[in-house]
């Protein structure tokens, strides 16, 4: 491509606003802290969300901004290619829909038409939905998949709402994930143990080459050890392991640096799992990023999910555990079923 | 390779002899005009809806056996109506709106083009009212609809200069072309820069090399997908996927080229 990053606008030099919306408080927030951006009266979020053909990757360099309402099913049950952490009860929800990070290999690039950000601003519904669910069982839930709710939390302050939820939700316990390097969250919040932050750690030369625009190895760290530091509950995940050729080296360095700094006793699990994704989402992405190394990976197929080849899977994780297990017991690491 | 729709003669003339295009007449079912590289084109879609959907139609149909659909970039460049003071102003619209149905349409506004946006009406017939808020013309929709059955929303770029304010009975050719005029260097600029923004092809493999190294090897239609995949990946990881394919020695049985696959995806991995 000999395209310069300057022919492009701005991220979120654009939004895109449903009707209804207009007056709803986090609308008049946003739209007054992105005064500059162009905004586009739409009647429904996926007017624009939907369109057929869209460029993802062109679209990733200046990504749009969508506010809109959430209707219909709001919370879903947990998908079994994810994590349950022995939790009966999995589910998650999506308040937002893609992320400001660009991690290549990311199924949201084969599950959503487009890279624009989604942002329903109706979190309160999700909310009601959610107790609901509460009343009579413990729930485990995963708010930050579909998505990388910290690195968004400037724009939608989130991540204090769910937490000032869940501690009256004494059923409630929810995982936000991220890849972000952001340690200011921390200040404003009141540390709950059934609030899990959760920090996905990968090699940096994983981070360099394939997970775009997330903070470095170093800052997830600096992140994680300052989340724990001030009372809040971590949890590390190796999650997805992505090849390389030097993926012994790679891994075992990543885990050295981890815990050279992050006290082992302080975290509250693990999870290991290699990359897997649906067949069908790959085929999507492969069709769109046809010069992603990644996604164009000879991956093995298995009742329709791809990982990588079953040898190579069982040494990288099997590796991985070796050197976790020099630090952290092997009853605190949860393993992929995939 | 980009693609201009105007619907007359009058709005692409300025753009014609800015461009440096010339008539040419491989496409005989629109009248078309390109410079000498043949990177831009230009066709006269005539007036309203239907005219501009099919005109459009035909130009991207033809051009797409011809070149990959992601080095085309389709602009509608023409008038429209709008309020009396914006009269002379060039817009690239970020919505269209189709009049007659109410359906509404997105590009995508991805490029720096530094212009002023706006959303347009795209009406079946000449508007008297006009609302604030928009611009109007008889194209817009038909152009955008035409053209996103091929190409992604970033590739259609909608760029309409106001040259009245509902009084059509004055807009003559000349009030047409002179509005056009007015604004001929932003709407070069425009061209130029999104002239840069075509994507070449990349990893192409070479079909007649694989062809052969397939049969060579027996392989069958999954077998085939599989190598194509890890030629792919090869290409992507620096390797060359000629050499790889000059290799290929020839096998007797489908088991003897699997096997030969297998060797090669553990040397790629």
Redesign the interface.
Known sequence: MNLEMNSFNLPLSHIYVEKGIKDNPLTEFILNKYHKANVIEINHYKDVFSRQRQNIVNQRKSQALILARKEGELVYKGSPMCQDFDNENFYYTSCTMNCIFDCEYCYLKGMYPTSNIVVFVNIEDIFEEVSKLCKERKIYLCVSYDTDLIALDNLTNYIGKWVEFVSGEPNLTIEIRTKSHRKDIYDKLIPNSRVIFAYTMSPEEVINEYEHKTASLKDRIDAADYAISKGFTVRLCFDPMIYCKDFKTQYENMVNMVFNRISCQKIRDISVGSFRISSDYLKVMRHKMPDSAICQFPFETVDGICTFPSKIKLQMEEHLIGCLTKYIDESKIFRADY | MIVICCALYFEAKPVITALDLRRCNENRFVEEYANEDNTIRLIITGVGEVKAASSCSAELTYLSFLYPQ?TIHLVNVGTCAGREDVKGELFVI??ITEQNTGR?F?P?????VNLK?M?IICSSKPVKDIESDFVYDMESSGIFTSG?S??????ITILKAVSDSGDFEEVTPKVIKRTIEGKIDQIKDVIL?LQ?????E??KIDSDKFEKACNRLCLTTAMQN?FK??L??AS??GKNTDDILDKMPEVTSKKQGKEILDEL?NE??
């Open positions: 992601t970020n919505k509404d997105y995508d506004m991805l490029y720096r946006e959303p996103s091929l190409l992604s929303p970033d590739r820069l840069t923004t075509t994507i070449g990349n990893n599989n995949q890890l792919k990946y992507l990881t995806r790629l991995i």
